[in-house]
């Protein structure tokens, strides 16, 4: 295999030759030849294999290009690439500077070394494109040429965009769905003591289906219910401990928190603690300053 990686060595004559279009270099690497960047400063490549492949590395991704493909290439940074001597072919490396995308660093980390298929979005725009400028390279006036290379600039900006558009995308929907957890949580502290606190009422409060508030929970480990329910218990014990040597009835107090009967309440803080709220209210007048557990 030859290999491109970040080390500058010329390559062999006669196996490469350079076009520009613009500020877009094109450089034609022939079957099995070595050509290797370095110190390539500001600057970012396209790699099109032609029929053979290239075991490309680079950000901690290793993907494998095979020909019709795209891929990225940061040539600011350490990659590796293999080209396959099996079947050997053209290879060609469109580089541009990094700083025409106006795109960010972190952006470009998350794109390269992914072999992109031409098939739709941008790089169904990008390829045919990079294929007529090689088979066009050497007549194409440097006019055309620079105002294709511009084309060719913002076509990358944009598959830079695409790529990592859905991730945006997602990253806020998770932000946005952590954020309503966090809102609905507040909201059942808020109505503990309403007997009527429901997920049909939580869900009518914040505007979404029963079905979706219950979906919000999956990943929280415990249901709206039974989230309720262990809230309304804990505060339960906290006031059983603030009222310890107040002689207040413990169905008082149940009530207070939400609770329709005390049969309930007991054996609801009994599955919470591992006793019964008697057996708490006992302990805790021994033990003033003990704390109740928060699960």
């Known amino acids: ?64 290009v095979e020909s019709g493909q795209l891929a990225l290439i940061d040539l600011r940074r350490p990659f590796r690439a293999d080209i396959d001597r099996e079947a050997p072919s053209r290879l ?24 992109l298929p031409p098939t739709d979005g941008v790089a169904a725009l990008l390829a045919p494109l990079l294929h007529n400028l090689d088979e066009s390279a050497s007549r194409t ?13 913002e076509l990358v900006a944009a598959l830079v965009h695409e790529l990592t558009e859905d991730k945006d995308e997602e990253a806020d929907r998770r932000a946005g769905r952590h954020q309503l957890v966090l809102t609905i949580r507040e909201y059942i502290d808020r109505h503990l003591d309403d007997p009527e606190l429901s997920a049909e009422r939580i869900a009518a409060a914040h505007l979404i ?28 014990a906290r006031e059983l401990v ?8 413990i169905a008082v107090v149940a009530a207070r928190w939400g609770f329709r009967n005390a049969a309930h309440f007991s054996r609801s803080f009994k599955a919470v603690y591992g006793q019964s709220p008697q057996e708490w209210r006992r302990r ?9 557990p928060v699960s």
């Open 92 to 115: 060609l490396l469109f580089r541009l500077p990094a700083h025409a995308l106006h795109v960010p660093d972190t952006a470009l980390r998350t794109v390269t070394a992914r072999a």
């Open 242 to 249: 603030r009222r310890a040597r107040v002689s207040q009835s």
């Open 284 to 292: 805790v007048r021994t033990h003033t300053t003990e704390q109740p």
């Open 141 to 153: 006036p440097p006019a055309v040429g620079e105002r294709l290379g511009g084309i060719v600039t």
């Open 1 to 64: 295999m030859s290999t491109l990686s970040g080390v500058e060595q010329p390559a062999p004559a006669g196996s490469a030759s350079v076009h520009h279009f613009g500020y877009l270099r094109l450089t034609v690497c022939e079957p099995g030849s070595l050509v290797r960047y370095a110190g390539a400063g500001d600057a970012i490549a396209v790699l099109v294999p032609g029929d053979g492949a290239v075991h490309l590395v680079q950000d901690g991704r290793g993907t494998r």
């Open 209 to 236: 289906s029963v079905r979706y508030l219950y979906r919000l929970f999956e990943d929280e480990g415990v249901s709206v219910g039974r989230l309720i329910l262990r809230r309304r218990v804990e505060e339960c």
